[in-house]
C-alpha cells in the first residue's frame, strides 16, 4: 500500500515520507463552506493519507477543484520574468532571431500541457493572452497601440486561444489515426 500511495501526486502517507507539494490554505467547497478537518486525511489500510490542495506534477500545476488558477498564475508569472529579460534584448537581435527567442522562451511553455488547462474560464486564458500580446510588441519592437489581431496576422503567430484549439485538434487526430490502426 505504502509503494501505492508514494506513486499518486495528490496523495502522499504522512508518516515516514516527506511531502512533496506545498499545501495552500484550507479548502473551500464550491457551496462555499470549509470542509471540516476529517476530509482532510485518510486512513486506507492504516496509512495516513494527507490531502493536498495544489500539487505540481510533470510541471504543470494541479489543484483539487481542476480550475488551473495554480498554473494559471505560475505560468503569469514565469512569463512576467521574460518580458522583463525581452525588454532588456530587444534592439540587440535581428528579427530571425526574435522569432527563435519567442518560440524558444514563450511559446514552448504555452504549447506544454495547453490541451488540459487550455479549458479554462476566458478570464484566466485572457491573462496569458494578454502577456502574450505584451511580449510580441516588445520582442518585434510594435507599438503598444498596435491591434494585437493585426499584430498576430503579421507575424503570423496563434493567439492562445488557438493553440488550445490547433493542440486539442491534433490530440484528437492522433488518438483517431491510433485507434484506426488497431481496427
Known sequence: MKKVCRNLPFVTPVAGVKQSAKVHGPLVHPSRKKIGDEFN????????????????????????????????NYLSQKQTKILCAFKLIKNLLPKQYRYQLYHAYHYSQICYGIETYGIVTKSNLNKIQSLQNKIIKVVFNKDWLTPTNDLHRELKILKVEDVHKLFTLRLIYQHQTQIASYL
Open 41 to 72: 486525511t485518510l486512513n486506507v489500510g492504516g496509512v495516513i493519507i494527507e490531502r493536498l490542495y495544489e500539487v505540481k506534477y510533470l510541471g504543470t500545476y494541479l489543484d483539487d477543484q481542476l480550475n488551473w488558477k495554480p498554473h494559471i
